[in-house]
């Protein structure tokens, strides 16, 4: 299944890449289609960076040959990096590792046995030689933002939009982050500064 993002107009109102008639840049595929929810976050962080990508449920353990055929044929088709979830026995970002030159990112999907430990685990142990990048359990979302970031570290023209979009986006949470402690500071002030709580008597 193909997905391409709706574009985004960066200040000057040029929007990004991310048309129906863009190519994939990112793969993003899952073991099963009940892992989904979880990688739905990934799925809007590149929506909202303007990154065109497909999906598709690409299983290493029921569907080997056609995980192989994804792996091998992923730069052939204009990918520039893969996003891949797995729950339990995650092996499929590993695998995909093993036979594609393009970047994986690993998303360990919590299950109800071990919380996804079991997930993490298999991602993040890979041996030397096949690199997976690996994010927290259930962290779709900082997948999808760092697949953002690693296409824009390159010269081109998406780079360099994904660059100042990326500088707007540390300032958006930057404002978010000043305003709670705002919040907190009065709200800190009002109970204690304002005499609000009585203090405890010496006798």
Known sequence: MSTAASPKANKAGTPLAGTRADTPLVGLVMGS????????????????FGIPFEA???SAHRMPTEMIRYGQTAHERGLRLIIA????????PGMLASVTPLPVIGVPVPLKTLDGMDSLLSIVQMPAGVPVATVSIGGARNAGLL???MLASG?????IRLRADLLEFAQELN????RKGANLR??????????NVTPRSSN
């Open 147 to 149: 697949a953002v970031r």
């Open 33 to 48: 289609d009940s892992d989904w929810p979880v990688m739905e976050a990934a799925a809007e962080a590149l929506a909202e």
């Open 56 to 58: 598709d449920v690409v």
């Open 186 to 195: 009065n709200k800190v002030s009002e109970v204690f500064a304002a005499g």
């Open 175 to 178: 404002d978010v982050a000043t």
């Open 85 to 92: 979830g797995a729950g339990g026995a995650a092996h499929l």
């Open 155 to 159: 010269t081109d023209e998406l780079a």
